[in-house]
Every structure is written in structure tokens, then in C-alpha cells.
Nanobody, 116 residues
Framework: QLQLVESGGGLVQPGGSLRLSCAASGFTFSSYAMSWYRQAPGKERELVAHITSASGSTNYADSMKGRFTISRDNCLNTVYLQMNSLKPEDTAVYYC?????????WGQGTQVTVSS
């Protein structure tokens, strides 16, 4: 059974950093691109970052470029999101995502709150 489990969220002050992790199981992790999304209260879910399977090429939403870094460890079946210079507007639930055979799979999400 395919499973995505996020961790690493929490409360951080503006300007701080967090590293999110997403542990994947139930599929051949190294063969699939992975993504991070986020959803703030009252807003639609939005793409944060994406990493391909083979080359590990990355893409970011404009507001995250230069602050966030997505990476993956195909030995540990884990994808990471390093978030630096966090802003209050980064407050959201962050979700891990994979598309397998045209089906979207999501983790349960991890809450990130940026506040002083």
C-alpha cells in the first residue's frame, strides 16, 4: 500500500528555518518524481517544489525560489524540503505528493507556523 508520511513541521520565528521530510513506501520511489504542496487557511493548495526521479532536476514556485530547496534520497525513500528565511505567509500545512499511474497520492500533511 502506497504511503507518504510527512514530518518536521512546527512553530518557527520569521527568518528561521525548518526541514521537512516525507518518507515514502509502497512504490518504487526512485522511479517517480516527487512534489511538495502547501495549503494555507482559506486558500487553495499550491505547488511549492518538484523534483524529478532520474536527474533530480528541481522546480520551485516563484515565491520560494532562493529560500526553499527540495532534495531526495533514493536509498532512504525520502524527499526533503529545506525552508530558510521563513515568512509569516509561509504558514500552511505542507503536503508530500506523488502521481502514480495517473493517480494523486498525498500524505497527511505537516503544519508549519511562522510567527513571533
Amino acid at each position: 500500500q502506497l504511503q507518504l508520511v510527512e514530518s518536521g513541521g512546527g512553530l518557527v520565528q520569521p527568518g528561521g528555518s525548518l526541514r521537512l521530510s516525507c518518507a515514502a513506501s509502497g512504490f518504487t520511489f526512485s522511479s517517480y518524481a516527487m512534489s511538495w504542496y502547501r495549503q494555507a487557511p482559506g486558500k487553495e493548495r499550491e505547488l511549492v517544489a518538484h523534483i524529478t526521479s532520474a536527474s533530480g532536476s528541481t522546480n520551485y514556485a516563484d515565491s520560494m525560489k532562493g529560500r526553499f530547496t527540495i532534495s531526495r534520497d533514493n536509498c532512504l525513500n525520502t524527499v526533503y524540503l529545506q525552508m530558510n528565511s521563513l515568512k509569516p505567509e509561509d504558514t500552511a500545512v505542507y503536503y508530500c505528493n506523488v502521481v502514480v499511474r495517473l493517480h494523486d497520492y498525498w500524505g497527511q500533511g505537516t503544519q508549519v507556523t511562522v510567527s513571533s
